[in-house]
């Protein structure tokens, strides 16, 4: 039987969603991930997510990145599922639980609160995480933040003039990261405007990121560059972070739905 999805976006992040809560589907494989996610030859998305029970909360949200790879968070799709469920709700994430609340055009997440814990990143071995003692050509000091997954995060003069499609998979693959990471270059536009571009683990250089808004806006406001709430510019787009010292990250922004298929599993696992 055909199988139905949903295919959606946040700020041209977008996804393939599979709502699985009431219609069991097969296991999701990489191979199935990947398959789907080509813009060739399948549907085309940088995320695949499916929607399936959970003990624990309403609902279960599961994101597996275009290389086929499970993660833990995504905030782009946790404001697509907000707008996709049309209430608010707590959801259960393999980064912990979060809050959704749909808003005119997009949604209101809780995020919950950020972790700097050096194995709480992780990272391979101890340090300090407010301005980690490494280094990739132009690229240093960075701070480790993980917001339900892992981010690092560079403030430099020109966000755009940094060549992150270089950069960005020498650092994702370092082997002090263990768990791959999410790697962010910013600039500061103002006291409460950051510019913003992302190389997305598992997915490469991505039109917004919204896990990495949340973690650039924590850096920015630890460091005492930018105050809450920020404005973080992507490529695709302008999202809202809000977040206080010890305090769970607020981001809000847009999501849209853009159509609805169906599929053929066999065809694609």
Not at 207 to 233: D, E, N, Q, Y
Request: with cysteine; aromatic share 6%; charged share 20%.
């Amino acid at each position: 039987m055909p199988v139905p999805f949903i295919k959606m976006h946040g700020l041209g992040n977008d996804f393939v969603v599979i709502d699985a809560r009431t219609a069991p589907v097969p296991p999701i494989t990489a191979k199935l991930a990947r398959a789907l996610a080509d813009r060739h030859t399948g549907i085309g998305c940088d995320q695949l997510v499916l929607l399936e029970p959970s003990e624990t909360c309403a609902f279960r949200m599961r994101i597996f990145n275009s290389d086929g790879g499970e993660v833990e968070a995504c905030g782009n799709a946790s404001r697509a599922v907000a707008l996709l469920h049309g209430e608010p709700v707590t959801i259960e994430t393999g980064g912990g639980p979060i809050a959704l609340e749909p808003e005119t055009g997009g949604a209101r997440v809780d995020m919950g609160k950020p972790r700097f814990e050096w194995d709480a990143i992780p990272l391979a071995y101890a340090m300090d995480t407010f301005s980690m003692p490494v280094g990739w050509d132009s690229l240093d000091a960075p701070m480790a933040v993980n917001v339900g997954n892992p981010h690092v995060i560079f403030f430099v003069e020109d966000a755009a003039a940094v060549p992150l499609e270089t950069l960005g998979p020498d650092i994702e693959h370092d082997p002090l990261f263990p768990e791959r990471v999410n790697v962010n270059v910013a600039s500061l536009a103002g006291r409460d405007h950051l510019v913003l571009r992302v190389w997305e683990r598992g997915a490469g250089l991505t039109r917004a990121c919204g896990t990495g808004a949340c973690a650039t806006a924590v850096a920015a406001i630890r460091r005492g560059l930018a105050k809450s709430p920020v404005r973080v510019s992507l490529p695709g787009g302008d999202l809202i972070i809000a977040w206080e010292p010890h305090g769970s990250i607020l981001m809000s922004g847009p999501a849209a739905e853009s159509f609805r298929g169906s599929f053929v599993w066999e065809d694609y696992a």
